[in-house]
């Protein structure tokens, strides 16, 4: 079997420290404004019952990519090992790549104008380096690796602890997996959203 | 359960303005030639004499609406990776060649329809006598048999021409109804809304555009047209209906199915009560409805104008609803997205619809809009009658 990258990320070790948003912006030379992975904050319930929860968002490499599907010029694509590309010298920039993504993990980089996206830093992964996020992360809570690999760190998260992902009703089969991540930072609370927190 | 994010990063609506407009100019193209096709495909008689105006309509529309998504690109330099690329799983992608096809075809089909006109114009001389010189590629043979060969040709490529429609309109609707991360997209009746609220717009725009015509062509509407008028608007009230019944049946199963959906239709229902109710299904489709019930009001013009004008705003309300609409739910964090239009992207928009204004002016005035046993008025020259 051949491998399959994924990205572990363990909430109980992560502080919202944002180093992993810092570090992609710096690795990836990401333009003010967009981003590639970004950590979400946010607090529910009233006082005194409350909590507070982060989730850093990301490319899910997903398995079935809504964006890969969709593009009409096929410039996104995926490897052998999962990773989802885009070829930013065959993108045109239609952005249908951004409206079916489930994510929002994509955007148009206002100073390539192309799609762009996550890459698992893929050319620190090929020289065998760690992607920015998880080299920088100060817990450790980001794990990257091959989730083939019974041995690799991420396959032992995966198998060991309970495990969430985003939105999996869409059949994209996403690759990034959510220790502890709560229900209410996962999807958009539509509901709340649209009714101004009456119901 | 109150949940508050106090930090996230701020997404876009990348699809805008030009996307909605696309979708809308499509529409009208399709519904404008399937309503004319009548004549010339399915054999009804009346409707062959306004198959010109039809096809002219349907081609200047069509040839304007990708040059909406082609100035939304990124990247436009690259739009040739459309058509050297086949992606099977992209709605998108079908769209290239039915974007190629359908106007080819159109072009096709109103040769054979404008031709013995254009070999009998031939005599007038002047700039039209060699445009028309120029048009007809040396085939200005009009002896019986060639008649008979435009005839067939007309309906062969007219019979083309129709499912090209329906296809190059419904397709518009796989763009939006295969996105499953969005709730008010992701529903199989998306293309066929897509068509029938195309064959409502069609119509409206075309009977304002058939009587344009017939008043710089030929100086007045007579009541043969004025007949006619009455019978599309008829048509134009089935065609509203069947669109209204289609909303209505989308809206409740939206209501009933998971969360994002029902937040869509909730959100629909309030948060964008004026456009979604009041402007396009209100104004746009109820009323134009029961103005087009009553026979009366069938056959008086003004009145007729006046649905169709709300028709056509009505369903541009509904792509700016659905495309735009469908992008303010947040897939992520916990705030309604903004839209705001760009001043580029409007620019675009207007300068693109004077331009299809001035092409469908000049081809209507210039080509040979005869119909049989009614002959162009001769004593003013077209184009300043146009001009006025």
């Known amino acids: ?199 | 359960m109150n949940t508050v994010h106090f930090f996230n990063t701020q997404h876009e609506i990348y699809w805008g303005l030009p996307i909605a407009l696309y979708f809308y100019y499509t529409g009208m193209s399709a519904g404008s030639f399937i309503l004319t096709s009548l004549g010339t495909v399915f054999g009804i008689e009346k409707y062959k004499k306004v198959a010109k105006v039809g096809v002219i309509m349907a081609i200047v529309l069509l040839a304007f609406a990708p040059l909406h998504l082609l100035f939304d690109l990124a990247q436009p330099g690259r739009f040739l990776n459309l058509f050297t690329t086949v992606n099977p799983t992209s709605a998108m992608s079908w769209g290239v060649y039915l974007l190629i096809l359908y106007p080819v075809d159109l072009i096709i089909y109103s040769w054979y329809l404008f031709r013995q006109d254009m070999v009998n114009g031939l005599t007038k001389g002047g700039f039209k006598a060699s445009f028309y010189n120029f048009l007809l590629f040396g085939k200005k043979d009009v002896s019986k048999q060639a008649l008979d060969n435009d005839k067939r040709k007309q309906k062969l490529f007219g019979s083309f021409g129709v499912p090209l429609a329906l296809l190059v309109h419904g397709y518009t609707g796989f763009i939006l109804g295969n996105v499953q991360a969005r709730a008010i997209w992701h529903t199989p009746l998306m293309p066929i809304i897509f068509l029938m609220s195309a064959m409502v717009s069609g119509t409206g725009l075309f009977i304002i555009v058939l009587m344009l015509v017939e008043k710089f062509k030929f100086g007045r509407l007579n009541d043969d047209i004025k007949a006619l008028i009455s019978d599309i608007a008829n048509l134009m009230k089935w065609f509203i209906l069947v669109d209204g019944i289609l909303m209505i049946i989308y809206f409740i199963v939206l209501w009933y199915s998971n969360e994002a959906g029902y937040a869509s239709g909730y959100f629909l229902l309030h948060n964008e009560f004026w456009s979604f109710v009041g402007l396009e299904n209100g104004l746009g489709m109820l009323v134009p409805f029961i103005l087009m019930l009553s026979k009366k009001a069938r056959q008086s013009m003004p009145i007729v104008v006046l649905a169709s004008i709300l028709t056509i705003i009505g369903v541009l309300a509904m792509r700016i609803n659905l495309v735009i609409g469908g992008q303010k739910l947040p897939l992520t964090g916990s705030k309604i997205m903004e839209y705001v239009a760009s001043g580029r992207d409007i620019t675009v928009i207007l300068g693109l619809a004077v331009a299809a204004v001035i092409v469908l002016t000049f081809l209507y005035s210039v080509l040979p809009m005869n119909r049989p046993g009614v002959q162009e008025k001769e004593t003013i020259p077209v184009s300043k009658g146009v001009a006025q």
């Open chain 1, 1 to 199: 079997m051949g491998k399959r990258y994924a990205m572990v990320i363990d909430l109980r070790r992560c502080v919202g420290c944002h180093a992993c948003q810092v570090a992609c912006k710096s690795e990836n030379n990401v333009p003010l404004g967009v981003f590639r992975t970004w950590v979400e904050e946010l607090e529910t319930g009233k006082f005194p019952n409350v909590s507070r929860h982060r989730l850093p968002r990301l490319c899910n490499h997903c398995e079935n990519p809504s964006c890969l599907n969709v593009c009409p010029v096929k410039a996104t694509y995926q490897l052998e090992d999962g990773t989802v590309l885009v070829d930013y010298d065959r993108c045109i920039g239609c952005k249908y790549c951004i409206a079916a993504c489930p994510y929002d993990a994509r955007f148009i980089n206002p100073e390539r104008n192309t799609a762009e996206k996550c890459t698992y830093c893929h050319e620190r992964v090929d020289a065998g380096l760690q992607p920015a996020c998880v080299n920088t992360c100060i817990t450790g809570a980001r794990v990257f690796g091959d989730l083939n690999d019974p041995t690799s760190e991420v396959a032992k998260l995966v198998a060991t602890n309970a495990i969430t992902v985003s939105k999996p009703e869409t059949n994209n089969r996403p690759q990034t997996y959510y220790i502890k991540a709560d229900e209410k930072a996962l999807r958009p609370n539509l509901l709340e959203i649209v009714t101004g927190g009456e119901k």
